[in-house]
């Protein structure tokens, strides 16, 4: 059985098909580059990267075939031997690529590439939708009978990992925060193209104690583009605390966790819809777009972003009705293919049943900003913090930077430094630190803009001084609204703290003392008191 892929895109639509012929050792699964494609470079990666065994192209013209799977119709398929199986590599027929095949027809349902000799190319297409099916059989007559409605096997992935959206967002490292997820297709009309600086933009507008941003990029963009060329680019935003999804599952498993869409016309929209997301329109894919596709439908229903003054709705997002459009059979896509393709193979399938494999979780470590700009304001005894990117033109009460991490220009310039602290590194039997309160005490030399010095001890506790005074603990509650328990980062705590002390300066010579700090939707106690001494005594 060979696997025919174009692109790294087209690859993984085949990747999520692969259950259908688990556990069966009469079935050898073989993978082949086709030529042609500007994306080809990542689509051999990807085939490495599965660790699945490729032939070279020559290799599989000259054999014959049980069966050719493919998610694309393009390039010279036609070269190959064996019955072909033809899959959509993303949510339906929505776009038209005018510098590929004919002019106006939806990207995938072209006759110049569907039709050889006045006949359908492929022995069975498999579709999402009933929909899909008249579309297929009103350009290539013959085909319907081809045809059958199996579901979407990538949005039955995501469907299939629901439940692990909190684990998703713990591996994130979300927390109480609202998750915004930025997606963008590839080519000329796409998000990254039309709207380079939307990242780094909402990044400087959305505060980060209250926002989660991440961004999904089509294969394609990481193709074209280049990990490293598209990292360049995002460099702003990414150091702002943005989060760009791997091409593969993690993109899926970031709309499991999402709260809400940022979009283009890009098939991402439509799989938030199925999950009821609200979706925010960026940019509507111009002549890309098909007229009355239910992408068309969606982001002609769905509110535009405004960068300027970013409005994201909340949950639910009334949205489905457009994924339904696009999607049928949804759960089943696996089981009702299954049949259809060992038929093909002119086998019986296995006994036991087929399932779509829930999406992994994220495998990457939190990643904080090493330094902000922090808008603060101070009524009584209630603290109202939003931390920005340094380079935000919003106004702001101070500069913070963590110790170990922020550059030195950023450490100068800051009135708020921290450390976190943690065991010294052991290389052999000579180390050297400082404690807690050694370092406070310290910084106040070594860095002459800074008002306050402090030490994340853990992750409620810290110790500071302020203008170089005596050392103060510093307790964070959790906020426990809502039947769960949510956590803030130490540091912002820090900061509502010395934005309070600014205008309590009194309070250190009369602990203990309690302010109320909220931030992003979360409100937490915070208690000054005098440390103890494993507090003070604690290694940085």
Known sequence: MLFAVRSAAALHRLLDLLPVFEGD????????????????????????????????WTEALATTHDLILTASPKGALDGLRGRRVLLPHGAGFNKALAREGSPGLPSGLDPAFLVSDGRPTAALHALAHPDQVEQ????????????????????????????????????????????????????????????????????????????????????????????????????????????????????????????????????????????????????????????????????????RLDPAAPVLPERPGGTRRFAGQAFALTGRCLETLRPELYKLLGLVPPPYPVRPRPLPLPERAPYAPAAFAVRASVAGGEVAVERLPPWTELPFHHLAA??????????????????????????????????????????????????????????????????GGAPVAVHVAPDRSGGRVRRTDPAAALSAVHAWLGAHPDAPGTLPATLTARFGSTTHRIRLAVPTEAEAELPV
């Open 136 to 303: 297929l059989a009103a350009r290539v007559p013959g085909a319907r009978r081809h045809a059958v409605v199996a579901g979407d096997p990538t949005l039955d992935r995501i469907l299939e990992s629901l439940d692990r959206r909190d684990a998703v967002r713990a591996a994130l490292g979300t927390g109480g925060r609202r998750l915004v997820v930025l997606s963008s297709t590839w080519g000329p009309q796409s998000l990254l193209s039309r709207h380079p600086d939307l990242p780094a933009e909402l990044a400087a507008r959305l505060p980060y104690d209250g926002y989660q941003l991440a961004l999904i990029v089509h294969p394609n963009e990481y193709s074209r583009t280049g990990a490293f060329d598209l990292a360049r680019r995002l460099r702003p935003a990414l150091d702002a605390g943005l989060l760009l999804a791997a091409p593969y599952e993690e993109w899926a498993a970031l709309l499991v966790a999402a709260d809400a869409l940022v979009t283009d016309h890009g098939s991402v929209a439509l799989y938030a819809a199925a999950l009821d997301l609200p979706v925010v329109a960026a940019c509507d894919g111009t002549d890309e777009l098909i007229p009355g596709s239910p992408m068309d439908r969606l982001l002609a229903a769905v509110p």
């Open 402 to 467: 963590e110790c170990g991490r922020a550059g030195t220009r950023a450490l100068r310039s800051s009135a708020l430094l921290y450390h976190r602290a943690g065991t010294p590194a052991e290389t052999g039997w000579h180390h050297e630190c400082r404690t807690a309160a050694d370092w406070t005490a310290e910084a106040f030399e070594e860095y002459p803009n800074c008002r306050t010095a402090a030490v994340v001890l853990s992750p409620t506790t810290a110790l500071l001084r302020r203008d």
């Open 25 to 56: 050792d009469r079935v050898r699964c073989r993978f082949t580059l086709v030529p042609g494609s500007d994306f080809a470079a990542d689509a051999l990666a990807a085939v490495d990267a599965a660790g699945a065994r490729s032939i070279p």
